[in-house]
């Protein structure tokens, strides 16, 4: 058997693992299906890769942080909106009915 390095997001260093022949498409002891981007023959090799997946999993977190930022954002504002539609019409509401009771309830 053959030692191995394996990248997996989440784990914070590579995972050392064996394989029977230790490329694609093998598998590795785990189970794991061996592919040049997740697993190494040497750490040294490993780590890069580690870090770069680590860095774009933050890259893209921050991204959907600063939308959803902005969605909440525009949601407030239609919030707001709705409300001074909403109470505009009360009052729009209110004024009515006041002037068909001033009417005497005509109409």
Known sequence: MAK???VKWGIPHPIEVEAEIP????????GNTIYEN?????????W???LREH?????????????????????????????L???AAIKKQRDWARIK???GGNG
């Open 85 to 87: 539609h909403n109470e």
């Open 48 to 50: 890069p890769v580690l």
């Open 55 to 83: 860095e774009a999993g933050v890259s893209l977190h921050c991204s959907q942080v600063n939308q959803l930022r902005h969605q909440l954002r525009k949601a407030e504002s239609d919030l707001v909106e709705a409300t």
């Open 4 to 6: 191995m390095f394996r």
């Open 23 to 30: 490329e694609w498409p093998n598998k590795d002891a785990d």
């Open 38 to 46: 997740t697993h190494f023959l040497k750490a040294e090799d490993a």
């Open 101 to 103: 009771e001033l009417e």
